[in-house]
Every structure is written in structure tokens, then in C-alpha cells.
């Protein structure tokens, strides 16, 4: 309740003062040096009625300007000057002037006589003068809306919340529907994220050990075509060292005593000697394979059976 009334309490004296300044009200504040020392500048004005009959020559008269004559010469709403001359023909009027300053440019009508000067109050008008000014204007209206949101904040806010409930309150339910919606659907992916990366992990395992499995079975193969390679050259050797030994034995020896040395089946068909490409010299080249076998005469045994062989 304290706080209601002082607020209204507020509000009613800038609404007092607002209209002082427009002249509506019994007093006014005096503005400018124009009428000093007889009215000093600051201070508060009380207006006394006095009927436009009764103004005299000298009197100070307090009149409102006319909007038109004010927006013209940029008067202030209010004035307070002392009457030069009066005017009867064709009607009433007045001529007015400050004391320091020249005469008005236009003539006081009847109808916007006020009054006259009464009673003076000090400093009284300088709240009201800075009121009258634009920025008294904007320090009234920010002042009150402060106060009024300091002491009525608590309210303020409770019906704010009411207000964003019943207006805000479908379309902040149905975000969080969505973020909940959303929540769930980035938690399952999460899962399916992790189960994927446990699958490429048992991949990747796989991977490495059939690569190591694939190295061994590559050193294996490795030795084996190294052993291959091997016997392929020892057999090369043996038919060498048969080919050396059919170039050196004698030509008395029967070939049916020679031992024939056995290839192994996997030597290459150039590892086996053909009867055409025995080496020069050797007695299976001078023999012919049409031809009928020669015979071996013995001269120490000429009665021994002679034996015969055929190639």
C-alpha cells in the first residue's frame, strides 16, 4: 500500500508540474532575466485572476502565447510582462514588453489574460524549468518507470511468468518433446557408433592374423622353392659329372656295366641327355638308332660266347 502511494504521489507531482509549465495551473515558474529584479529567474510564480478590465498601464500581466505565435517566435507556453500600452479599438488588447528586454511582436488578447503577478517562492521553479526541457522530459519518464518496476518488480515478474505460461507454454513444451526426441535418437546412434566400432576392431584383428598367418605361409613357400632350387642344381651337377664320366671311360668298357644314375621326376626335360646331343666323342654318338647293334669281340677269350647289345 506504501508503495502505491508513494508512486502515485509521484506521478501526480510530475503531472502537476508538466502543466504548470503549459499554464493550466495557479503558479508558474519564472524563466529567464527578462522581467529582473522584479522577478528573479528560478523561482515559483503564484498568479492572482484579475479581470482584463482592471489591467492597467505598468501592471505585470501573466498570458498564455497562442500555439501559432509561439511555434513563430519560439515563446515559451507562459509569460509574464509588464503592459506598455492598452489597446480599445477595434477591441481590447495589450501590448507587453520585458523590462530588459524590447516589446512582444504581437498583441495580448482578452481571452489569454491569466492574471497577475502575486506572491514569489525562491529556487521553487527549477525542478519545474528542468522539466520543461526535452531532457527533464526523458529523466521523468525512465525515473518512473524505474521506481515502478523496483516496487512492483516481484508482481511484475509473477504476472510475466503467468502471461509467458499461458502464451509461451505449447510451444515450450513441444521444444522439449523435440530435444527429448532428439536426445534419444543421438544416444542411439552413440550405441550403434560403438557397436560398429567393436565390428572393426574383430575386423581388424582378423586382419592381422591372417596376415601373419599369410607371412608364414610365405616363408614356407619360400623354402620350399629355395629346396627346389636346390635340387634342381644338384641334379644339374650329377648329370654333369655323368656327361664328364661318359666322356672319360675307356672304349673297351661294355655300357651295359655303367650304372645309370636315376633323375628325379620333377628335373626339367634340358636336365636329361638325348641320344643326339651326347657330347662329341662319346660312343653313343657314333651310333645310330636304325642301325644293328655292333659287336664286342674279345681277342684275350675268343671262345667266351660274345655278348650283343643294342641301343
Known amino acids: 500500500m506504501k508503495r ?24 508558474m515558474p519564472i524563466f529567464g532575466s527578462s522581467m529582473e529584479p522584479a522577478l528573479q529567474s528560478g523561482g515559483l510564480l503564484m498568479i492572482e485572476p484579475i479581470d482584463a478590465k482592471d489591467v492597467k498601464k505598468g501592471d505585470i500581466i501573466v498570458y498564455n502565447v497562442p500555439s501559432m505565435v509561439r511555434e513563430y517566435y519560439n515563446y515559451p507556453p507562459t509569460i509574464a510582462h509588464r503592459v506598455i500600452e492598452i489597446i480599445t479599438v477595434p477591441s481590447l488588447g495589450f501590448r507587453t514588453a520585458g523590462d530588459n528586454t524590447g516589446e512582444d511582436p504581437f498583441t495580448i488578447r482578452p481571452m489569454d489574460l491569466r492574471g497577475t503577478v502575486g506572491n514569489q517562492i525562491p529556487y521553487l521553479g527549477l525542478p519545474l524549468l528542468f522539466f520543461q ?19 512492483y518488480g516481484g508482481e511484475l515478474g509473477r504476472g510475466g511468468s503467468t502471461v509467458h505460461r499461458g502464451i509461451f507454454a505449447p510451444v515450450i513444451n513441444e521444444e522439449k518433446r523435440t530435444n527429448r526426441a532428439i536426445t534419444r535418437k543421438i544416444e542411439a546412434t552413440e550405441q550403434r557408433m560403438n557397436t560398429t566400432e567393436v565390428a572393426l576392431d574383430k575386423f581388424a584383428t582378423a586382419i592381422a592374423d591372417y596376415a601373419q598367418h599369410l607371412s608364414s605361409h610365405t616363408s614356407a613357400i619360400q623354402s620350399l622353392a629355395e629346396a627346389s632350387n636346390e635340387l634342381k642344381k644338384g641334379a644339374a651337377d650329377q648329370n654333369q659329372v655323368l656327361i664328364n664320366l661318359v666322356k672319360n671311360m675307356p672304349q673297351g668298357v661294355p655300357l651295359q656295366e655303367i650304372p645309370t644314375p636315376k633323375i628325379e621326376p620333377d628335373l626339367p626335360e634340358s636336365a636329361t641327355p638325348d641320344v643326339e646331343d651326347f657330347p662329341p666323342g662319346c660312343v653313343k654318338s657314333r651310333l645310330s638308332v636304325t642301325e644293328p647293334a655292333a659287336e664286342f669281340v674279345d681277342e684275350a677269350t675268343p671262345d667266351k660266347p660274345k655278348p650283343s647289345w643294342k641301343i
Do not use: D, K, N, Y
Not at 4 to 27: E, H, K, W
Not at 136 to 151: C, K, N, R
Open 133 to 151: 526541457s526535452q531532457q527533464g522530459l526523458i529523466f521523468v519518464i525512465v525515473a518512473l518507470s524505474l521506481l515502478a518496476i523496483f516496487l
Open 4 to 27: 502505491a502511494i508513494g508512486l502515485i504521489f509521484l506521478v501526480a507531482a510530475c503531472i502537476v508540474g508538466f502543466l504548470s509549465i503549459r499554464g493550466t495551473m495557479p503558479f
